[in-house]
């Protein structure tokens, strides 16, 4: 089952019962617009601008109310997996130390194919940081899984994935490997996966594929509905582990 909100994420959160999320995926504003940063769009160098959602005047405050909900929502052995950069990941990281939070992992995400830097002035970003939490020791990873799409060897908290020619208008749109692997890991069949951040939709695109129950919740109609109708054109596949 597949339910999308055109809401603020903290309106649903609010209104849902305790513990009945099996693992959430959260990739929320980074704070990053406005900040006089300079990347690359179509061979051309333009000022970093994601849109009015990504400018938030209190960070700690917006990240303690959304991943404290969060929390609460999600189910005692449940995992909660938060995308960053330099920008928010700090936050992210207090706020989760702050609500007790078991935090599992910091997975590295580098992408060999990233923009280069053109102010050359830096290093070129080329990574995110996923913080992967729960709510005690005991929660659900697969870790025999992981070591299977690793060739038999133990997967190592680096993961080198690409990033992916985006399939819609949104600028911080998430390539659907990424989501894979992590639905993959998180979750089994049949179990409820949220996303409140759902921007273009591609947590419910890979996870309805993935033959899980989905909730997807994004504030702008306009993301709102390019979401719903990818999420829609999406068919289930069942038994895609990758
Ligand atoms: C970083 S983007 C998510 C991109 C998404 N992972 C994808 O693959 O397309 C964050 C999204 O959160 C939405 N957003 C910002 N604040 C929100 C809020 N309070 N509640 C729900 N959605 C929000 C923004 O409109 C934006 O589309």
Redesign the pocket.
Known sequence: MITLYN????NILREMPTGSVDMIFA????NLSGQNFVTVQNGKPVKLY??D?DVIDDIDRFNYE?IGECLRVLSDNGTLWISGTLHNHPSVGSTLKKLNAWIINDIIWYKPNATPLLSCNRLAPSTELIWLASKSKKYYFNYELAKQLNGDRQMKNLWVINAERHK?I?K???PETLLERIIALGSNEGQLVL?????????GVVAKRMGRNFIG????KE?FDIASARINNTAVEPCLPL
């Open positions: 809401d603020d994420c903290l990739d929320p504003p980074y994601k849109g959602w959304w819609t949104h911080t749109e998430k996303d409140p951040f759902l921007g273009s939709g591609t947590t919740i994004e504030i702008s993301y």
